[in-house]
């Protein structure tokens, strides 16, 4: 008398068609490791068998191949991912890509395989994971303390052919998306690179205008000093001849004094002038090239910058006007604290008076508790709200192709955050633009700049 079967071939296809829908279902919102242990756990549920593993292919140590598991199901709970051998193992030969079936006896088929011994496995069923290259990339494989018959064979074989190819493209799909955030990253880091190369470059271009409209502003009292002492070189040449002559003239004595006087007065205030202009911009340069955070005599520094810059300000007609307390002693950073006055003052000569009228610029500080409140204000030609919108984003200008970079608001903004601080905008076109400026007084030693 023949044994009939726990359910027919009919059965045994609505029960394929029910697990394959519910693990569809379950898995189509799944990603990364989340869709790798929901579809072991499900696909267990639906073979009733102890352990489903899913595993990708690696190198061992020894060279030879072995897999490390992305999601292990073993009855009632997930246990951790490991790695082992496919030597001695059910699948050894994973490149053939052909299934192995085992419904009962596999310990005796593989007896050197310690992890079936560990599992008390007595059949298995394992599918390959094929990629859409034909490369292998790992097994999907159900294991069972109890024999598998020729029913649940086929249910095994069917699901697991499904979704070991659906595992493949998964696991396909995050190498590429992991190769694709790798390409990103490097790109990114080349880019971060590149502007950080760009707001040095920037930075020292501001730098050398200002160099060179320094050396400009100082030949003037140095050519004037010149001159005065090669008139006083001929001064004394008079008196020496007025002295050695037979009849000295009072009045020709007085008069020579006086020249020599007048000259030298010229000699000195003109010396002052230049050592001034030369002192103001060696602080500069010197407090941009450190990091250090000092005590200010806010007043006092500021108008050093101003005069700093004076010959730019004046060729764009600009009076800068300074209110701030003669008391008023912040701890800052002088090196960025200086590239921040220094940005607004040269964006203020070149895109606040575009019709070369000039104008007055308003410096105005005062305390507020812990906080230093500055506003730099001038009476311009103001900013477009798309202009407003934009003004501190990297390599925005409206000088495009006119030698603006779009960098120096962008730097503006950066340093003004690394002080702990902040800057916002007031503008309209027509009304000018406000700066304002909101830093601690005591800014702690700031980071190097940084652009992304």
């Not at 602080?283 to 050093?304: I, K, N």
Request: with cysteine; hydrophobic share 40%.
């Amino acid at each position: 008398m023949m044994s009939t079967p726990l359910y027919s071939q009919g059965d045994a296809r609505i029960l394929a068609e029910a697990a394959l829908r519910s693990i569809t279902a379950a898995t189509a919102r799944a990603r990364g490791e989340e869709f790798f242990r929901v579809l072991v756990h499900d696909l267990a549920q639906a073979l009733d068998v102890m352990y489903v593993i899913c595993g990708r292919v690696i190198t061992m140590p020894d060279g030879q191949e072995g897999i490390r598991t992305l999601a292990v199901w073993a009855g009632q709970d997930f246990q951790p991912n490991i790695e082992y051998s496919l030597q001695h193992t059910p699948c050894s030969n994973v490149k053939d890509q052909t299934m192995c079936f085992h419904g009962s006896g596999i310990q005796q088929d593989y007896p050197l395989d310690t992890l079936l011994v560990q599992m008390c496995a007595e059949s298995y069923v394992g599918m390959p994971m094929v990629d859409t290259e034909g490369k292998s990339l790992g097994i999907l494989s159900a294991i069972d303390v109890k024999p598998i018959d020729e029913n649940k064979r086929l249910l095994a074989l069917s699901l697991l052919s499904i979704f070991a190819a659906r595992a493949a493209a998964e696991l396909q799909h995050q190498e590429r998306e992991a190769l694709l955030e790798e390409r990103v990253e490097r790109r990114t880091e080349a880019l971060r690179a590149a502007q950080a190369s760009l707001v040095e470059q920037e930075k020292l271009a501001a730098l050398g205008a200002l160099v060179a409209g320094v050396a400009h502003e100082v030949n003037t009292p140095v050519g004037v000093a010149l001159t005065a002492a090669s008139a006083m070189s001929s001064y004394t040449g008079q008196l020496v001849e007025t002295l050695n002559a037979p009849k000295v003239s009072r009045s020709d004595l007085v008069n020579l004094a006086g020249r020599l006087n007048d000259a030298a007065a010229l000699i000195e205030s003109n010396l002052h002038r230049a050592a001034e202009l030369i002192g103001n911009f060696k602080q500069l340069a010197v407090d941009q090239g450190t990091e250090h955070v000092s005590t200010l005599v806010l007043h006092d520094y500021v108008h050093g910058v101003v005069s700093a810059h004076s010959p730019e300000l004046r060729k764009a007609g600009i009076k800068v006007v300074l209110d701030i307390d003669s008391m008023l002693r912040p701890r800052l950073p002088p090196g960025k604290f200086s590239q921040v006055l220094s940005n607004l003052l040269m964006n203020a000569a070149r895109h606040a008076y575009p019709k070369g009228q000039g104008g007055e610029v308003r410096v105005s500080a005062r305390r507020d508790g812990d906080w230093l409140l500055m506003e730099f204000a001038d009476d311009g030609a103001g900013m477009e709200d798309g202009v407003r919108e934009r003004i501190f984003e990297p390599f925005f200008t409206t000088k495009r192709g006119q030698g603006g970079s779009g960098l120096g608001m962008h730097i503006v903004y950066t340093i003004m955050h690394q002080m702990g601080g902040q800057v916002e905008v007031r503008s309209g076109a027509g009304a000018g633009s406000t700066f304002s400026l909101r830093m601690p007084m005591e800014v702690k030693a700031c980071q190097p700049l940084q652009t992304d």
